[in-house]
Antibody, heavy 122, light 106 residues
Framework: EMRLLESGGDVVQPGGSLRLSCTASGFPLSKSVLAWVRQAPGKGLEWVST????????HYADSVKGRFTISADNSKNTVYLQMDSLRDEDAAIYYC???????????????WGRGTLVTVSS | DIQMTQSPSTLSASVGDRVTITCRASQSITTWLAWYQQKPGKAPKSLIYKASTLESGVPSRFSGSGYGTEFTLTISSLQPDDFATYYC?????????FGQGTKVEI
């Protein structure tokens, strides 16, 4: 069974940094594409970033480009999201999700992890 | 980015009702559309991909249709477990985007 487990969420001050982790089990990251999707409190879903475990290709939403960095360690079957220069509007639950079905550009997401909470507050 | 607009935002229904949610894309996405169900405090769950294909294990009362810019999610007979928020998502481009969600409530 494919499973994703996020960790690393915490309370951080505006301007601060945080690194999230997503560990996959039941499938090899080297053959998969994983994404981070966030959800601010009481709001909808927003795609953040994607990385391919196959060729290391990465993509970012404009709202995080230049501040967030996604990376993968295939030997640990883990994807990371380094978040720098955090803003109030980055506060959210961050979900890790597998691209289950691809159009060739990106995909639908299945399964999802349970999420990790990032709070940005002074 | 492609904008996704869902309607209605909130839907009041009863057990046994037929429910339809609409999702419109700002430009054609052919059939690169997914639907998700999210319950309070839980992660989203994938229901449908490629506009009309059910994920494994999803009850057959759920169905999806559409092409281009207009899509629908239909629940043929609403069950107590179906009260949740539903999101559509396009994956035609490198920047996937979601609709704002439709809350199905009693």
């Amino acid at each position: 069974e494919m499973r994703l487990l996020e960790s690393g969420g915490d309370v951080v001050q505006p301007g601060g940094s945080l690194r999230l982790s997503c560990t996959a089990s039941g499938f090899p990251l080297s053959k998969s594409v994983l994404a981070w999707v966030r959800q601010a409190p009481g709001k909808g879903l927003e795609w953040v970033s994607t990385i391919s475990g196959v060729d290391a290709a990465v993509h970012y939403a404009d709202s995080v480009k230049g501040r967030f960095t996604i990376s993968a360690d295939n030997s640990k079957n883990t994807v990371y999201l380094q978040m720098d220069s955090l803003r109030d509007e980055d506060a959210a639950i961050y979900y890790c999700a597998n691209e289950g079905h691809s159009s060739g550009h990106c995909g639908s997401f299945d399964p999802w992890g349970r999420g990790t909470l990032v709070t940005v507050s002074s | 980015d492609i904008q996704m607009t869902q309607s209605p935002s909130t839907l009041s229904a009863s057990v046994g009702d037929r429910v339809t949610i609409t999702c419109r894309a700002s430009q054609s996405i052919t059939t690169w559309l997914a639907w998700y169900q999210q319950k309070p405090g839980k992660a989203p769950k994938s229901l449908i991909y490629k506009a009309s294909t059910l994920e494994s294990g999803v009850p057959s009362r759920f169905s999806g249709s559409g092409y281009g810019t207009e899509f629908t999610l239909t629940i043929s007979s609403l069950q107590p477990d179906d009260f949740a928020t539903y999101y559509c998502q396009q994956y035609d481009t490198y920047s996937p985007t979601f609709g704002q969600g439709t809350k199905v409530e009693i």
